[in-house]
């Protein structure tokens, strides 16, 4: 499979009009790129020449690819095509976008086959020798009011992936993901800071105190917040000091966030 051939595919879905064209343009990119990763050199290869999201663990355990495709009415849907070593072994699976079908998505352990997409620009390396899962940063427009930024969580048994743990406190609930809407026009940042290891992200707020809780008027508010490893999960900083990235981390118990 030639990557020209792929390439020229997301050209002309970034072009398309038709809500059908989108669909045969985003179901020949995932097939195209499931010819590419089952070749025998595909843990190595250089995919840079493709333009589409692609992150890589640090283990060399997964490389995971992941791309939307746009509708006129302001929704996407996401593809991902995810490739496991595991020993000898290589496996080849597909995502399948099931946002739709899953209601509460910080409540769910997902699989390959029911999958709450997004296209991952970000893998966070496991942050101890005991852990066994990777954190994904994903973006994943939602509609034409309404953008979300994910958290995700990525682990396997043997080659099988899942998606969604319980690492995320709030109070007494174990959240197996962290989703934030904001409005459409606005931006948030959402990254790892390698140097302080902690995920660093905007607090959303909204335009208005009538408007709490509805993600078409949430924005940053210029706070920052982050998620600190603490105890094999993510703990909870509010309004860490962006200036410097100067995260200070949960001495003995964890924060519990309160939005």
Known sequence: ????????????LSEATRDPQCDSLGDAIKANLRILLEQDDAMTAD???????????PDGKFRLFTFNVPYANGTQRFEGILLVQEKSRRVVYELQDKTDKIITPLSKKLTPENWYGAVYYAVVPPQSKKSTYYTLLGWKGYSNVESR???EILSF?????????QVFSEGKLKHFRKVFGFGFQSS????????NKGIVFDHLAPAKPEFEGKAAFMGPDLSFDAYVPYKGKWSYLRDVDARNMQLTK???R????QR
């Open 157 to 165: 048994n043997g080659p099988i992936p899942s998606f969604g743990a």
């Open 47 to 57: 995919f840079s020449d493709i333009p589409i999201s692609r992150v890589d663990a």
């Open 188 to 195: 948030m940042s959402l990254k790892w800071d390698d140097a």
């Open 250 to 252: 949960p001495s003995k």
């Open 1 to 12: 499979m030639d990557h020209a051939v792929i390439t020229g595919q997301i050209k002309y």
């Open 149 to 151: 930024k994910v958290i």
């Open 254 to 257: 964890p924060q519990t966030e």
